[in-house]
């Protein structure tokens, strides 16, 4: 039995049933009780990540703090705050082979005895990509760019070994020729039937809830028929586990979708033909992590399909990410609807919640919140126009008049967008403005007034936070 056991309490502040922000401090307080004299080296708190699932375990300690070195006597109880820093990347992450954990732990080292610990597992969601953290994000670009590079001087090297050991040529060589028989059919044949084809991607680093857009050019040397034109998007985790010849890959799609871009038709010989591409992310893709031994990866996948030949087709690795570092204007943080109005900034300067909330100036156009609900409302279906009409204001105290239809009692993917001492309530615009559904985070204070009173009509003043198409709601901070 351990002479001491360890409890981690985190602050109010810090409630663990909440999401958290890549980078943020946390605090709270090491329980400590012995049933016994105990001699500690050293007692720490520890923030950091973990893998688990189907591939290795990879892992990595952010953030240590020593919070005690000596002596406790027996039947003692005694208590050390602490506060430490959350690891920035990778996100949490809950996958079929993939899971990706945040944890803050409390070690006692114990000379001659077993070290007792205690943790709290903790949902850390990134507020932008760490600044070197970047090569967790991207090793797959170069695999993607670079396999034919790789492929020619692995060959030459084969070639090289070969002439200096004759058996190996004999085996080799109708290895390179197989080889070489699979390049030309699965990619000069279709080139030389298709003639001059050019694809371009406006930007392969790109947010969740963004177009992936692109252009296909054909100029074909005369005039070949085609099945049709198609994009597919795809999201894989790719866990490795074991090593040597006991390593074993296991993948899994967890996303899969093909947009047609041109139906049959025939392309016309000499005369460039222009394509538009454009690929929408759901706002709740996950982010790409290339991590030891685990990786989630997304793939776009271009093809021409030209009947009785071989399709020509072309792979790109996207790069799901949030906003980087680097961008700190005012329209970058504008368009992050994954942003809380309290982490805005202009020009890389942080504003505070009172800047943040002021009314237009003096001579500004005003806007009201039942004008911007009708504006919402006549962009119907249109994602890009709605996310458009919440950028305009989002920084504009707005009063409103709302139904409160019932507060959310787990707040899943909502958690992300909620500050401290916050609650979810699922909500209708009311009053003069149309009825616009809304996910309404609210001070915690309101809870017992929306459960125990009257819920409709409730008048005061918020701030529209971005726009959820997966629930068809738009989002807003409750000011009161």
């Not at 290895?175 to 084809?197: A, D, E, H, N, R």
């Not at 009314?359 to 279906?381: D, K, L, R, V, Y």
């Not at 918020?462 to 997966?470: N, T, V």
Request: some cysteine.
């Amino acid at each position: 039995m351990a002479k001491c056991e360890l409890r981690i309490e985190l602050d109010e502040s810090n409630d663990s049933s909440t999401a958290f922000r890549g980078g943020e401090t946390i605090s709270g307080k090491v329980h400590v009780a012995t049933s016994a004299a105990v001699q500690c080296r050293k007692l720490t708190v520890t923030t950091g990540w973990k893998t688990h699932g189907k591939g290795n375990v990879a892992k990595e300690d952010c953030h240590t703090m020593t919070v005690f070195e000596g002596n406790w006597d027996t039947g003692e109880v005694v208590s050390y705050p602490f506060e430490v820093r959350l690891g920035a990347w990778p996100p949490s992450y809950r996958g079929h082979y993939l899971n990706v954990d945040h944890f803050v732990e409390a070690a006692a080292d114990i000379p001659w005895a077993f070290d007792p610990k205690t943790s709290i597992a903790l949902t850390v969601r990134p507020h932008r990509v760490p600044m070197g953290s970047e090569s967790q994000i991207i090793s797959k670009t170069f695999r993607a760019n670079n396999g034919a590079v790789v492929g020619l001087v692995m060959t030459l090297v084969l070639m090289a070994i070969s002439c200096v050991f004759l058996p190996l040529l004999i085996v080799s060589v109708p290895l390179l020729l197989i080889g070489w028989m699979v390049y030309l059919v699965k990619v000069k044949l279709p080139q030389w039937l298709l003639g001059q084809v050019e694809l371009t991607w406006q930007e392969t680093e790109v947010r969740p809830g963004r177009v992936v857009q692109g252009a296909l050019r054909i100029k074909p040397s005369r005039s070949i028929a085609t099945n049709g034109i198609t994009v597919g998007l795809t999201g894989t985790e790719i866990c490795v586990s074991g090593h040597g010849s006991n390593r074993t890959t296991h993948r899994h799609a967890f996303f899969e979708h093909t947009w047609n871009i041109a139906e049959a038709s025939t392309l016309q010989g000499g005369v460039w033909q222009d394509f538009s591409i454009e690929v929408p992310l759901q706002e709740d893709f996950p982010y790409s992590m290339s991590l030891p031994a685990n990786d989630l990866v997304w793939q776009l996948q271009t093809r021409v399909d030209l009947p009785r030949w071989p399709d020509w087709y072309r792979r790109e690795y996207l790069q799901v990410v949030p906003i980087q570092d680097t961008e700190s204007s005012f329209d970058a943080a504008l368009e992050m609807d994954d942003s809380p109005i309290e982490a805005r900034t202009v020009n890389g300067n942080t504003l505070s919640a009172e800047q943040r909330t002021q009314p237009p100036p003096a001579g500004a156009p005003a806007i009201t919140f039942a004008e911007t609900m009708q504006m919402i409302q006549a962009s119907g279906s249109d994602v890009d126009q709605i996310r458009q009409v919440v950028r305009a204001v989002a920084s504009i105290q707005l009063s409103a008049t709302l139904d409160v239809d019932r507060r959310l009692l787990y707040a899943g993917d909502e958690q992300a967008f909620m500050n401290r001492g916050e609650t979810a309530w699922w909500v209708l615009a009311a009053g003069d403005a149309p009825a616009v559904r809304m996910t309404l985070f609210a001070p915690s204070r309101f809870t017992q007034i929306w459960t125990d009173g009257n819920r409709n009509g409730i008048t005061g003043q918020l701030i529209l936070l971005g726009y959820d198409s997966g629930e068809d709601r738009v989002r807003a901070r409750w000011l009161g």
